[in-house]
């Protein structure tokens, strides 16, 4: 049997305040590029540059705004023909579970004509204890965040609260990855300089050895808590306190220098304008949504694509190898009809073996379509699986074909 419910999950949790954080990241965010660092630009640059900033503004909104409809499109889960459940989030949402799988296709697995995941000698199929007993297909695992059986599972991601599969929101998943990481390099872009001026203005202003760095020297530079959480935090607490203190600070220097005859000049009353906390903090969330981004666009390049794993059986090969309490994974595997042999046996295949691994090619192609406009378009295409019959190369289906049978007695199986 699948494993049963447990208790309450941080993940839970993580499913509405994370993409909150997103919406509120996607509300502000936006604005500073658009709003902010554009019209620096346009004020600060010479005319002749004016059009390629116009441009580079087009750019980042049609960016914008394919991000984030993907992005709401995969949570919302848009791209499944789905019934609808109620989640343990308490949000109506939709999924491609195995509930609605066609029953023809499950009786494949009854009529052993496919591989799939065993509980014992006899190839009983693997049943889930929480959904009433169903059929658990291989690659399938019990989301106990959404509360069903997901085939093709790859990880519950708390940024879209739902699960990610390969059967059906593994590519949008991609997809919103990539537009999101490419929007976020082009805010980059016009952001960033700015941004890193206005820390070494703080930094030069309020860290200094003269008397604009007195205040930082009293309250933080020279108080033990300044010590308490180790450097890092050390310099980033002066970083925040050098920010906040900034505008008396500047606004003290600034009158000391017209005191002396030199000229002062109108701010822009723009938050890039002048260094403010708000403008390092959005940058600061930003850049993390970005590393993160690109993180997991390299896990699922090396992972799914170039050796055909799920993160799920990545998972379950690192604990088996930590914990080895289990023998391995008992699939049920056909032979060829051959007179007076057996239709197939159950054999066990040790954990983290790519035996689902078409190629990095094949691979690719699963997950995004063969053909290449199917790479750009969000929806399923045909070449995904059904979620419980999947594609093995000749070269896996040989390897398990080669196997001794699995028997729980240590006899020969019998014919």
Same mark, same amino acid.
């Given at each position: 049997?699948?494993?049963?419910?447990?208790?309450?999950?941080?993940?839970?949790?993580?499913?509405?305040?994370?993409?909150? $954080?997103?919406?509120? *990241?996607?509300?502000?965010?936006?604005?500073?590029?658009?709003?902010?660092?554009?019209?620096?630009?346009?004020?600060?640059? !010479?005319?002749?540059?004016?059009?390629?900033?116009?441009?580079?503004?087009?750019?980042?909104?049609?960016?914008?705004?394919?991000?984030?409809?993907?992005?709401?499109?995969?949570?919302?889960?848009?791209?499944?023909?789905?019934?609808?459940?109620?989640?343990?989030?308490?949000?109506?949402?939709?999924?491609?579970?195995?509930?609605?799988?066609? !029953?023809?296709?499950?009786?494949?697995?009854?009529?052993? @004509?496919?591989?799939?995941?065993?509980?014992?000698?006899?190839?009983? !199929?693997?049943?889930?204890?929480?959904?009433?007993?169903?059929?658990?297909?291989?690659?399938?695992?019990?989301?106990?965040?959404?509360?069903?059986?997901?085939? =093709?599972? #790859?990880?519950?991601?708390?940024?879209?609260?739902?699960?990610?599969?390969?059967?059906?929101?593994?590519?949008?998943?991609?997809?919103?990855?990539?537009?999101?990481?490419?929007?976020?390099?082009?805010?980059?872009?016009?952001?960033?300089?700015?941004?890193?001026?206005?820390?070494?203005?703080?930094?030069?202003?309020?860290?200094?050895?003269? &008397?604009? =760095?007195?205040?930082?020297?009293?309250?933080?530079?020279?108080?033990?808590?300044?010590?308490?959480?180790? !450097?890092?935090?050390?310099?980033?607490?002066?970083?925040?306190? =050098?920010?906040?203190?900034?505008?008396?600070? @500047?606004?003290?220097?600034?009158?000391?220098?017209?005191?002396?005859? @030199?000229?002062?000049?109108?701010?822009? +009353?723009?938050?890039?304008?002048?260094?403010?906390?708000?403008?390092?903090?959005?940058?600061?969330?930003?850049?993390?949504?970005?590393?993160?981004?690109?993180?997991?666009?390299?896990?699922?390049?090396?992972?799914?694509?170039?050796?055909?794993?799920?993160?799920?059986?990545?998972?379950?090969?690192?604990?088996? +190898?930590? &914990?080895?309490?289990?023998?391995?994974?008992? *699939?049920?595997?056909?032979?060829?009809?051959? *007179?007076?042999?057996?239709?197939?046996?159950?054999?066990?295949?040790?954990?983290?073996?790519?035996?689902? #691994?078409?190629?990095?090619? *094949?691979?690719?192609?699963?997950?995004?379509?063969?053909?290449?406009?199917?790479?750009?378009?969000?929806?399923?295409?045909?070449?995904?699986?059904?979620?419980?019959?999947?594609?093995?190369?000749?070269?896996?289906?040989?390897?398990?074909?080669? $196997?001794?049978?699995?028997?729980?007695?240590?006899?020969?199986?019998? =014919?």
């Amino acid at each position: 049997m699948a494993n049963r419910a447990g208790g309450y999950r941080l993940n839970r949790l993580l499913n509405r305040l994370v993409p909150g $954080l997103m919406f509120l *990241l996607i509300g502000v965010g936006p604005p500073l590029v658009l709003n902010q660092s554009i019209p620096y630009l346009l004020e600060t640059s !010479p005319s002749e540059y004016h059009r390629w900033i116009k441009l580079y503004r087009l750019f980042f909104i049609a960016q914008l705004s394919l991000a984030v409809g993907w992005y709401l499109a995969v949570y919302f889960n848009l791209f499944t023909s789905a019934s609808g459940y109620r989640s343990t989030t308490g949000l109506i949402r939709a999924t491609y579970s195995i509930r609605r799988t066609s !029953p023809s296709i499950f009786q494949k697995i009854v009529d052993q @004509s496919i591989v799939y995941q065993c509980v014992d000698q006899v190839g009983s !199929p693997l049943r889930c204890a929480i959904c009433n007993d169903q059929i658990v297909p291989v690659r399938a695992r019990h989301c106990q965040d959404c509360g069903i059986c997901v085939p =093709g599972f #790859d990880h519950h991601c708390v940024w879209f609260a739902q699960c990610i599969s390969l059967t059906s929101t593994l590519k949008p998943f991609i997809q919103v990855l990539i537009l999101g990481a490419s929007t976020l390099l082009a805010a980059a872009v016009s952001v960033y300089p700015i941004v890193f001026q206005h820390i070494r203005q703080v930094i030069r202003l309020t860290w200094s050895n003269r &008397s604009s =760095g007195d205040t930082l020297r009293r309250i933080w530079w020279g108080r033990w808590w300044g010590w308490a959480g180790g !450097p890092v935090y050390r310099y980033m607490g002066g970083l925040c306190l =050098g920010y906040i203190y900034y505008p008396e600070i @500047s606004l003290r220097e600034s009158s000391n220098a017209h005191d002396d005859g @030199s000229k002062t000049h109108p701010r822009r +009353k723009t938050m890039l304008d002048e260094p403010t906390l708000s403008a390092l903090l959005i940058t600061a969330a930003g850049t993390m949504v970005l590393l993160v981004m690109l993180a997991m666009i390299t896990i699922v390049f090396k992972n799914n694509i170039l050796n055909g794993l799920s993160t799920i059986e990545i998972e379950r090969a690192r604990r088996w +190898k930590s &914990s080895p309490r289990d023998a391995g994974l008992k *699939l049920w595997v056909p032979l060829p009809a051959s *007179l007076g042999q057996p239709r197939g046996k159950v054999v066990v295949v040790p954990h983290g073996l790519p035996i689902f #691994d078409l190629g990095p090619r *094949l691979n690719f192609q699963l997950i995004m379509g063969e053909k290449v406009w199917h790479w750009f378009v969000p929806w399923k295409t045909s070449g995904t699986p059904d979620g419980v019959e999947w594609p093995i190369s000749d070269h896996w289906m040989s390897y398990l074909r080669s $196997l001794d049978a699995y028997n729980e007695d240590e006899v020969s199986p019998p =014919g």
